[in-house]
């Protein structure tokens, strides 16, 4: 039998607890991936949760991997460089790169997978001889007004043109370094192409494991009960909680009196928590979305930052939830078809009309959720890409 190919997985934090889209990703891919190759992890530890993912590098999670390395975060911009973008520049860190140093010398492995544009600054402290592969999450940092950074989202963007051309500068310097390269998706992909040595880029969407969002109890959902999921520190998901609880969720109330709005997910903000009121509940912190996935009606997704397939809705397709969304994720999610596998918002009235009429309309809602959950189990898979990626190890040390 051959040896296991040695593989150094790079991350911004540890895929554990599984907190965020980008997360649950690198979690899934490493959980499939572990089975045939040697995988060994870096990251950063989330604040808050340092002693917690110490203690679960050390558990099941931890049995993914050979073994794990991390560091506590750097604080906030402290050795930021002048010439680095915001997201770099907060996971810049001078011992992380004598600690990636290290960890190669030490397990010499046969090919490094940076996760985040955040990262790919660390391909510098990876021998030349060694392949690298590099996934893009998300690239809106390109795009000044789609930005997930609150810093720079919408018209802040058009007013920090800087930091655009920091970004397409860090770009330029490390993404050529790359053997290969894979996107979140086809926007994603067009947005990178300019700055690679390499023509391919492999499609790895993010993706749902299907059979784990079947309802085992079948109950009945709940009338006029709209969900939203989401790491609400990211600004997205942040930006998309107020817009609906403020902007769409009362013009639904006038159409249907009775609708309760649940904002789920983990880690709600501030400006989320104050949200919670006469028909708006905040969950808190969920080990586990699924209940909320199984009892509601609709799942709203009025996502207007950030690029890329957007994993919440995936986990609405693969739980029969139907979706109504924002144009923005429609664009991350291939073959996605307005009025077959979701539907389109438009603006916070006819986000709110849609929502209003998938909610009187079972049959319509029955008949979307239905045809989204085979659309999910045929594009969306993760063991479809866990297998992509295998390809792309295998060719990439071809």
């Avoid at 599984?18 to 040697?38: C, I, P, Q, T």
């Avoid at 190669?104 to 090919?111: G, M, Q, R, S, V």
């Avoid at 397939?309 to 029969?320: N, P, S, Y």
Wanted: net charge positive; charged share 25%.
């Amino acid at each position: 039998m051959r040896p296991k190919k040695k593989i150094l997985l790079i991350t911004t934090r540890l895929p554990f607890p599984v907190l965020s889209g980008g997360e649950k990703w690198a979690h899934n891919l490493a959980k499939l991936l572990s089975a045939d190759h040697e995988l060994y992890l870096f990251g950063f530890l989330t604040r808050g949760l340092e002693k917690y993912q110490a203690a679960l590098a050390l558990g099941p999670d931890g049995d993914i991997f050979k073994k794990i390395y991390y560091l506590n975060r750097p604080d906030d911009r402290a050795e930021r460089g002048a010439a680095l973008p915001i997201l770099p520049g907060i996971y810049h860190s001078e011992e992380a790169f004598k600690v990636l140093r290290a960890i190669t010398d030490e397990i010499k492995p046969d090919l490094a997978h940076i996760l985040f544009f955040e990262m790919a600054q660390y391909e510098m402290a990876l021998p030349a001889s060694l392949p690298i592969v590099y996934t893009e999450i998300d690239s809106s940092c390109f795009y000044p007004w789609k930005y997930f950074m609150r810093e720079t989202a919408g018209l802040k963007g058009y007013f920090n043109i800087r930091e655009l051309c920091r970004a397409r500068k860090y770009a330029a310097q490390h993404y050529r370094r790359f053997d290969a390269v894979t996107s979140i998706s086809d926007p994603d992909s067009r947005s990178i192409a300019g700055f690679l040595k390499t023509p391919k880029i492999y499609y790895t969407p993010n993706a749902v494991m299907i059979d784990e969002f079947s309802d085992p109890e079948k109950k009945p959902r709940k009338y006029g009960q709209v969900l939203f999921t989401g790491h609400y520190p990211h600004f997205p998901n942040e930006d998309a909680a107020i817009k609906l609880a403020t902007r769409i969720f009362p013009l639904l109330t006038k159409m249907i009196p009775e609708a309760e709005l649940i904002l789920a997910g983990s880690f709600p903000t501030e400006k989320i928590r104050r949200l919670a009121g006469p028909g708006i509940t905040v969950t808190g912190t969920l080990s586990d979305i699924r209940p909320w996935l199984w009892s509601a009606q609709v799942f709203a997704a009025p996502l207007y930052y950030g690029m890329g397939t957007k994993g919440k809705v995936l986990e609405a397709f693969a739980a029969g939830l139907p979706v109504v969304a924002s144009r923005n994720v429609f664009e991350g999610i291939r073959g996605a078809v307005n009025g077959e596998t979701m539907l389109l918002g438009g603006d916070y009235g006819a986000f709110a009309s849609t929502l209003a009429a998938l909610i009187k309309d079972r049959r319509l809602g029955k008949t979307i959720s239905g045809r989204a959950r085979v659309f999910a189990a045929d594009n969306f898979s993760f063991k479809n890409v866990a297998a992509t990626v295998r390809q792309v190890y295998r060719e990439t040390l071809g």
